[in-house]
């Protein structure tokens, strides 16, 4: 998986200034830089948070077309495998980006289960439709984080956590405008988040649910019931999904053999790992590599 910086050099060429600590980053954005996105969409480890401003962007999400229209919010969580298929002439927006474990780390958003997660669920889609007041609202709060990034504020990391903080809470008040939010308990949440902090640290090594449950001091049983009620997914979803961003990303990425692959993602042997490639991809590791 590329860090938000390593995405952001693939897709840039260079940090967008020397000092980045590379954890939020928020800049305007049109058809040619929204394209170079499909470079590491899939494989970053970070959010991203894109208001449409002007025109329309057309992406794969899933294998199924969806258009994002003027005000909407598209919103891209690690791994999500998305495509931008077309933009209009006039398309303009604005796109926050945030490094996944800052974000699960700041303590003033732990409701972000419900933002970053479960919306997508009951939504089915990545994407909400939001006011001309409510869209108004949330570009003013991203354009001051752009103000921020670029000033020479002597507290501007601690001004970004914050404003970032803020946007995440106002973007919660929209969501619950648009989906009916269920009662999760604080303890629930907390130990959802727990694991998604674990995952990115021990996926290829541990594909069993009994190794995560166990750093949590819980049961298997337990565990599989939290991310069911928090996400609508299961706990091999999760590290499935992992496994295969990781795969393909060495496929497409290195020249490490198939065997070598399987190796450094613990499978038993390189037939397992292919079968297992193919039921989630549709293609076999080599097929995918050719594509790549």
Request: proline content about 3%; hydrophobic content about 40%.
């Amino acid at each position: 998986m590329y860090s938000l910086k390593e995405a952001w050099i693939k897709m840039h060429g260079d940090a967008p200034f020397d000092d980045w600590d590379s954890t939020i980053y928020c800049q305007e954005t049109d058809a040619a830089i929204t394209f170079r996105a499909n470079e590491t969409h899939g494989y970053m480890s970070a959010f991203t948070f894109t208001l449409i401003l002007k025109g329309w962007l057309m992406i794969d999400y899933n294998g199924r077309e969806l258009m994002l229209n003027r005000n909407d919010l598209y919103i891209y969580s690690p791994g999500m495998q998305v495509n931008i298929l077309s933009a209009s002439d006039d398309y303009h927006g604005i796109c926050l980006l945030a490094d996944e474990e800052t974000t699960l780390r700041i303590p003033s958003t732990r409701d972000l289960v419900s933002l970053a997660y479960k919306p997508i669920v009951q939504l089915h889609e990545p994407k909400l439709v939001l006011s001309e007041d409510v869209a108004k609202r949330l570009a003013r709060k991203m354009f001051d984080i752009t103000d921020v990034i670029h000033s020479n504020h002597i507290y501007r990391q601690q001004l970004l956590q914050m404003l970032y903080a803020v946007f995440l809470l106002d973007f919660q008040g929209a969501q619950e405008e648009a989906i009916h939010k269920h009662y999760i308990p604080q303890r629930m949440e907390e130990l959802f988040i727990s694991f998604m902090l674990l995952l990115p640290h021990h996926f290829a090594e541990h594909h069993d649910i009994g190794f995560y449950a166990s750093q949590l001091h819980i049961t298997d049983d337990y565990l599989s019931r939290i991310v069911r009620r928090v996400s609508g997914r299961t706990v091999m979803d999760y590290i499935n999904q992992l496994l295969v961003m990781e795969a393909s990303f060495l496929l497409s990425t290195t020249t490490l053999s198939v065997a070598q692959i399987a190796d450094r993602l613990h499978f038993a042997d390189a037939p397992s790992f292919s079968k297992f490639f193919l039921r989630l991809k549709g293609l076999s590791p080599r097929e995918y590599r050719k594509k790549s």
